[in-house]
């Protein structure tokens, strides 16, 4: 800081006497030949000769005159220690002796204001401006603080719509890189957790009217926990807070889970680390409910709550992106899946056979196929009506997959008859199989109109992979062939096709 004053000093001898004159009025003052230890505030004067005499003050000059509420003065010396505070300088914590700033993050800038670089920062609200100053033969710096609460207020929404522009494109790429349910569910809570650093999140879906409500993927909660809320019930009281959420179709928001009387004994107690707040999201599409989204916060995260709009647009994403999904699989299913008993079609059934014999030159595995015809099912349907012979083979579809393996494939061939793909099945395993679901729809009872009772048999062709054929079409001819066998032998049986199709027999 200089002030211009014009004064009628010609000499030394002079500029003695007025800097006795100033100490009389207890005003220290020296110039670069008379530096005096200052004890407060250094006001430079540039005198007419060119000489600068430097006074210390109690007050900072005409600074006095402003704010102190918004206004600070502090001055550091070599060491970056506070000497003279004034104004809001008096309230910041690190102007404390004997903190030095150098420790702190205006470390920087007072460096650079020691070595004569000007400069400021914004820190806390405040804006900081440096500049460097003598201290006796020592070098100081003067560092003026303003009130800066606008510009943290803009700072802050800069970094937070900064922030929320990084989640929407990270979530939002996440979603669009998925068609299907399970790895859209995955992505979202993954990539959710991660930007917002939460202590857990979970995701519930809707796949079908049977199922309900399905806990699709989590992270960050316990075995325990997922266990508990594997699904949601739409009937009853709700025993969490995603059920209420569910029921009410309303956000609920929570900003301490340990301390709220609905989620202290379970919400509080499945997540890994110390949980927070908490929001639970209804995921709906018009007034369609597909899921429920909840988010639990670390302990400590003043701004979970803050993002509540950024949580409820990120659930709009993703209803629309679960929504696509569910829409996607019911299309795949429909051109897969056989609407009558719900088994694969034929269609699906070929492409399931034809990768299982791709997969032989790799692990050299064996697999069984057996072809199966409702014994005089044209009759039934004649003498019973078509309803009832809809009804029996879906009887015979739930007979065959109470017989099978987990990773067996039934397939409705067409009409009565249907193919069963047994992979990694040996000879004797194929045609017990065979006989186990030979037996399960023997046991098939249907009653007709008039209260009588029909029992249902079927007949069964086995074949053996690669040795019957090792072609799609050759195993499942040769299938084909044995149950022709079966049905001449007399039905209800299982016969096996012995030895290799020849190419005469393939056509």
């Known amino acids: 800081m200089s002030t211009q004053y014009q004064y009628s000093v010609t000499s030394n001898q002079n500029l003695q006497r007025l800097i006795e004159a100033l100490e009389t009025l207890d005003i220290q003052a020296g110039n670069s030949e008379n530096e005096p230890g200052l004890l407060g505030f250094p006001c430079q004067l540039s005198l007419p000769d060119g000489t600068n005499l430097t006074l210390g003050l109690d007050k900072p000059g005409v600074l006095n005159y ?18 003279h505070l004034w104004g809001i300088a008096n309230h910041i914590p690190l102007f404390t002796p004997p903190k030095t700033v150098l420790e702190s993050e205006l470390a920087s800038i ?30 100081g710096v003067v560092l003026l603080v303003t ?10 929404k800069a970094g937070r719509h900064e922030f929320e522009a990084i989640a929407l494109r990270k979530i939002g790429k996440a979603l669009t890189m998925n068609q299907t349910l399970e790895p859209i569910c995955y992505a979202a809570v993954h990539e959710i957790a991660s930007v917002a650093e939460l202590a857990s999140a979970l995701l519930w879906v809707k796949t079908s009217a049977e199922e309900g409500y399905e806990l699709k993927a989590s992270i960050g909660a316990n075995r325990d926990g997922t266990t508990l ?25 929570v900003r301490q889970v340990n301390a709220h009387a609905m989620t202290a004994e379970l919400e509080a107690k499945i997540c890994y680390l110390k949980p927070g707040g908490m929001m639970c999201v209804p995921l709906t599409i018009g ?16 701004e979970f709550l803050e ?57 050299n595995q064996e697999m069984g196929v057996i072809m199966l015809d409702v014994d005089h099912f044209r009759l039934f349907n004649e003498e019973e009506g078509h309803d009832a012979g809809d009804l029996v083979l879906k009887k015979v579809v739930e007979a065959i997959k109470s017989a099978i393996r987990q990773y067996d494939l039934a397939a409705r061939y067409g009409g009565e008859e249907f193919t069963v793909i ?9 045609m017990r199989i065979a006989e186990r679901i030979r037996t399960k729809i023997e046991q098939v009872e249907f009653v007709s109109s008039s209260g009588s009772k029909r029992t249902v048999t079927a007949s069964l062709g086995c074949a053996m992979f690669p040795s019957a054929s ?3 079409q050759g195993i499942l001819k040769a299938a084909d062939i044995a149950l022709y066998q079966a049905k001449n032998a007399g039905r209800n049986r299982c016969v096996q096709f012995e030895g290799e199709l020849k190419n005469s027999e393939a056509a």
Request: with cysteine.
């Open 470 to 472: 090792k072609e799609p």
């Open 147 to 156: 009130d800066a609460s606008d510009e943290k207020v803009l700072t802050r």
């Open 307 to 363: 993002r509540k709009e950024l949580f409820e647009t990120i659930a709009e994403h993703l209803s629309l992106a679960l929504n696509s999904a569910l829409l996607f699989e019911s299309f795949e299913r429909l051109a897969t899946i056989d609407p009558l008993t719900g088994v694969a079609n034929h269609r699906a059934m070929q492409d399931f056979l034809q990768r299982r014999i791709s997969e032989y030159d790799r692990n």
């Open 110 to 139: 007072v460096l650079g204001a020691y070595r004569g670089v000007q400069n400021s920062q914004f820190l806390d609200g405040f804006r900081y401006h440096v500049g460097g100053i003598n201290l006796k033969t020592n070098p």
């Open 66 to 83: 402003l704010d102190p509420e918004s206004l600070g003065i502090a001055i550091l010396d070599q060491f970056g220690v506070a000497q």
């Open 229 to 253: 809320l594997s699904k949601l019930h739409e009937t009853g009281n709700q025993s969490c807070i995603a059920e209420l959420v569910m029921a009410k179709r309303e956000t609920f928001l």
């Open 287 to 302: 007034d369609q409910l597909i899921g429920v989204l909840e988010l639990i916060a670390r302990d400590g995260d003043q």
């Open 422 to 430: 047994l992979p990694t099945a040996g000879p004797q395993e194929m």
